[in-house]
């Protein structure tokens, strides 16, 4: 039984690094109806980020304070993903904007396969796994389960935490605020939103530097609870993203979320009780994503309930 | 570019490509190195001689000579396209020059190696400048509309030009794969003369586009079409009797052959029938363990051993079938979700086949042993003799090869002029028209799949008896990529274009050992910027062009020839069409 609740929230703590990434999916998808790729790269780039901004900016004596190196790591990381996002969308995405609609998904594919090369051969000893600090308290919360307990560390804890706290931020953003109205007319027309005085182009910059931002924090939190971090992890977990985002109907927010939460928990339950065990999770996820694409590409819940970013 | 040509008038034309030509053909002469570079002489020790042998230069000197000498003929002689023809000749000499400076440079450790040091050495500045100069000159006097040669021959002359063009082409991939030798320690400079070979080519065919010529010879042998094919296959099957026929070269060009036959394979779903397939490489895979487990290789699980077109054939069917699997989606999924899909098929295959599923893959221990074909006694990975010419070992696998792209390459011609071909194509436009026209898409689609997935499989039961060994590790994502790159460099839909993408994403890594760790990062580049600049690839399909670039069959802009429509001529004149008929 300890087994079953111990790969429950392992799957929850999946989940919710998958969804900060799916969330940058769905928005991308909704506003310009782009498989943007390369976001499982943007997540990448921003654990790197996070990581040399630990290791070279962060003075050695604060490293015990994990009240400075989260927040700055996270910060690091945001910074460096966002950055990368506005340069792929200015550069490579927006002169295709008119282009047959393979065109940009060849250059997404493109785009990704450079970033993980970039990094591969530019950051130090990157060419395998980097182990990533800790930057949280040790010890974990100790959840009473029927037939014994389970131990969730605290980084996992805070790592659920965070991601839903930004999750509802987002979406609470793109209900109320002015900017989030532009989005979702963007969204739903962008002619029509041009004619109502939104700049689309400014419209889709910020989509790219919302979704970045949250794979950049996504980044560091997957590294401070794996405590390592290779090159491969963007497009491992992008694929899990974006098969979280088709589960949940692209261009929903709540539903990439729900999404994830199934997907993290397909994986971790999957691999323990699924003929073949751990070597056959991800194709699991894969069977999902083709079968969701093949038989209910609008998602699993379905148009109706569909809030597009 | 606009704007900078802007700032030249026609006045200038004369000097700039007077002045240009001379300060190439000048560079050439000059020495163009400081010293001799700490890992032996720099490409043919012809750098640091000065005038003493003026007309005794070499290799990379040579071809910025050549160029120079051709660029002043040109200047002043009264041929059409001139413009077009100065502009190759121009572009090529700063390519040499631009790639042989940055490469002294880089290997000298800095811009004193090209400029003053135990000698002055300006040569490489000079014919960059020159060469700029020439291109300048051609923008100054004008670009002219493209050249058309007339192409009613008759069939003796016809046929002595197509041989004569064809030999060069020969010549042309001969030495493309000899220039500079095999990289690596023994030859530190490869790299540098492979590219500046490429620079010098590409700007004598620049030239000879511009002249016409190319057009030309594409025409006529559109026109005796039988003819152009058995040439082609004898210059194919000639090259290994000429200087690339060594055994590192036949393996490479065998190599080029199997990814070139499984590039247009791949260009039947992407490039006609319009539709992603970014697992492509899953099908290689599965034609090659179905062809290493029925050829007795040690680890095979099943235990029987079929003859090599036996096994052949049934891995082009076994990829065949899972071609119609992976296709089966198509029928209820479209566009980019369709390539999704697919990407989770191979991902699915390289996981699976990682874990040695049903001992039929191997696993991380892979497949190895796989015998090599034999015909009457001789495996075709030995060296042969012919005639009292030693063949390298491997040239047997590159003369199958060559049958097979051949072959390959006779059937997608066929098809893609056929009523299937057509449907594919019409699909890739409109899916919605195409079926309103009555093709049955859902059919067809997964058609287009079971074609290019048996291709593969076919291409996978060479690689695995080539190779020896069948590993997961040569099916992952990035050779599906690298697949991709490869035919959307050389332009979708068009089979020249994939054997060529191909070629060019397999010679380059063997050449550019140097770079062999930036591979992927260029190719990724590549693939961002082909889309950017230049969609239709480098052998552009009719439709796609007109489709992609906004250009019409002629390469002009589509614009521009709306506008020529809109000029009709008054009424009652003959329309040159008219009078013909």
């Given at each position: 039984m300890t087994t079953l609740f111990q790969q429950i929230a392992n799957g929850v703590v999946l989940g919710a690094v998958i969804g900060l990434v799916a969330l940058g999916y769905t928005m991308v998808y909704g506003i310009i109806q782009l498989i943007n790729f390369a976001h499982g790269e943007v997540f990448m780039v921003g654990a790197y980020g996070g990581l040399a901004t630990y290791t070279w900016i962060l003075p050695r004596g604060m490293r015990g304070h994990w009240q400075i190196t989260l927040p700055a790591s996270m910060l690091g990381g945001v910074v460096v993903a966002v950055i990368v996002a506005v340069l792929m969308e200015r550069f490579a995405y927006r002169p295709l904007r008119n282009a047959p609609r393979l065109a940009p998904l060849i250059t997404a594919l493109g785009v990704s396969v450079f970033l993980q090369e970039a990094v591969r051969l530019f950051y130090p000893d990157a060419k395998s796994a980097r182990p990533f600090p800790a930057m949280f308290v040790g010890g974990g919360m100790q959840l009473p389960v029927p037939g014994g307990q389970v131990v969730l560390p605290w980084i996992r804890v805070a790592l659920v935490v965070i991601a839903v706290a930004l999750a509802v931020a987002l979406q609470m953003y793109v209900n109320r605020s002015r900017m989030g109205r532009a989005m979702r007319a963007t969204a739903q027309d962008r002619d029509t939103a041009r004619l109502m005085g939104i700049?689309?182009?400014?419209?889709?910059?910020?989509?790219?530097?919302?979704?970045?931002?949250?794979?950049?924090?996504?980044?560091?939190?997957?590294?401070?609870?794996?405590?390592?971090?290779?090159?491969?992890?963007?497009?491992?977990?992008?694929?899990?993203?974006?098969?979280?985002?088709?589960?949940?109907?692209?261009?929903?927010?709540?539903?990439?979320?729900?999404?994830?939460?199934?997907?993290?928990?397909?994986?971790?339950?999957?691999?323990?009780?699924?003929?073949?065990?751990?070597?056959?999770?991800?194709?699991?996820?894969?069977?999902?994503?083709?079968?969701?694409?093949?038989?209910?590409?609008e998602g699993l819940f379905g148009e109706a309930e569909k809030v597009r970013a | 570019m606009n704007r900078i040509t802007s700032y030249l008038r026609p006045g200038m034309a004369l000097p700039l490509r007077l002045i240009g030509s001379v300060l190439v053909v000048v560079g050439a002469l000059l020495p163009w190195a400081t010293f001799v570079l700490n890992r032996g002489a720099y490409p043919a020790k012809s750098t640091l001689q000065y005038f003493d042998l003026p007309f005794a230069v070499t290799g990379f000197r040579l071809h910025v000579l050549l160029l120079g000498l051709a660029a002043l003929v040109v200047t002043f002689a009264p041929v059409p396209g001139r413009g077009r023809i100065l502009r190759g000749l121009g572009w090529g000499a700063v390519l040499v020059s631009a790639v042989n400076v940055l490469f002294i440079a880089y290997y000298g450790g800095g811009l004193g190696a090209v400029t003053v040091s135990e000698i002055p050495a300006f040569g490489g500045i000079v014919g960059l400048l020159g060469g700029l100069a020439v291109v300048a000159g051609a923008h100054?006097?004008?670009?002219?509309?493209?050249?058309?040669?007339?192409?009613?021959?008759?069939?003796?002359?016809?046929?002595?030009?197509?041989?004569?063009?064809?030999?060069?082409?020969?010549?042309?991939?001969?030495?493309?794969?000899?220039?500079?030798?095999?990289?690596?320690?023994?030859?530190?400079?490869?790299?540098?003369?492979?590219?500046?070979?490429?620079?010098?080519?590409?700007?004598?065919?620049?030239?000879?586009?511009?002249?016409?010529?190319?057009?030309?010879?594409?025409?006529?042998?559109?026109?005796?079409?039988?003819?152009?094919?058995?040439?082609?296959?004898?210059?194919?099957?000639?090259?290994?009797?000429?200087?690339?026929?060594?055994?590192?070269w036949m393996t490479v060009a065998a190599n080029i052959g199997i990814y070139a036959a499984t590039a247009i394979g791949l260009n039947v779903v992407v490039g006609l029938a319009g539709m992603l397939d970014i697992g492509y490489v899953a099908f290689l895979g599965i034609g090659a363990f179905v062809a290493a487990n029925l050829s007795g290789a040690v680890a095979a699980k099943v235990d029987i051993t079929l003859p090599f077109p036996v096994a052949a054939v049934i891995a082009a069917v076994v990829a065949g079938m899972f071609g119609s699997i992976v296709g089966s989606p198509t029928l209820r999924v479209r566009g980019d979700y369709l390539a999704i899909v697919t990407l989770a098929f191979g991902e699915i295959f390289v996981r699976t086949a990682q874990n040695n599923i049903g001992g039929l893959t191997g696993g991380p221990n892979a497949i190895p042993g796989v015998p090599p074909v034999t015909i009457a006694g001789t495996g075709f990975n030995e060296p042969i003799t012919i005639g009292g010419t030693k063949l390298p070992s491997g040239v047997l696998y590159y003369f199958m090869i060559v049958l097979l792209v051949g072959l390959v390459m006779g059937i997608f011609a066929n098809l893609k002029n056929s009523r299937i071909g057509r449907a594919w194509i019409a699909i890739r436009e409109d899916e919605d028209v195409a079926k309103a026209m009555g093709i049955s898409t859902g059919r067809i689609k997964i058609l287009a799949f079971m074609v290019g997935a048996s291709t593969a499989g076919l291409s996978g039961a060479v690689f695995a008896h080539k190779l020896g060994t069948v590993s997961y590790e040569s099916f992952k994502f990035l050779e599906s990529v690298t697949l991709i790159s490869a035919v959307i460099l050389g332009g979708m839909g068009t089979i020249p274009g994939a054997v060529l993408g191909a070629s060019l994403l397999f010679v380059l890594p063997e050449k550019l050992r140097e770079f062999s760790d930036y591979r992927l990062l260029l190719f990724g580049l590549a693939l961002v910027l082909i889309m950017r600049f230049r969609p239709q690839g480098l052998v552009p399909d009719k439709h796609r062009r007109a489709e992609l670039a906004g250009e019409d069959f002629e390469g002009r802009p589509l614009e521009e020839s709306v506008t020529e429509q809109a000029h009709l001529p008054p009424a009652g004149a003959v329309l040159p069409g008219e009078a013909r008929a």
């Open positions: 700049d689309p182009d400014r419209v889709i910059v910020l989509t790219f530097i919302l979704g970045a931002a949250l794979a950049g924090v996504g980044g560091v939190l997957y590294g401070a609870y794996q405590n390592t971090i290779n090159v491969d992890m963007g497009f491992q977990n992008g694929i899990f993203a974006f098969t979280a985002a088709v589960l949940g109907g692209i261009g929903s927010l709540r539903g990439a979320v729900i999404g994830a939460f199934v997907i993290g928990l397909i994986k971790t339950l999957g691999g323990q009780y699924l003929p073949g065990g751990t070597q056959y999770d991800y194709v699991w996820i894969f069977v999902v994503l083709i079968l969701v694409l093949v038989f209910r590409p | 100054a006097g004008g670009i002219e509309e493209p050249v058309h040669l007339p192409t009613g021959l008759p069939r003796p002359a016809a046929w002595a030009v197509l041989l004569v063009s064809y030999a060069g082409l020969l010549m042309m991939v001969a030495w493309t794969l000899t220039a500079g030798g095999q990289g690596g320690v023994a030859n530190p400079y490869a790299g540098a003369q492979f590219l500046s070979f490429l620079g010098f080519a590409g700007g004598l065919l620049a030239a000879l586009q511009g002249a016409g010529v190319l057009p030309w010879i594409g025409r006529l042998s559109e026109d005796h079409r039988p003819f152009s094919i058995v040439v082609l296959l004898g210059c194919a099957l000639a090259l290994p009797f000429t200087g690339a026929g060594t055994d590192y």
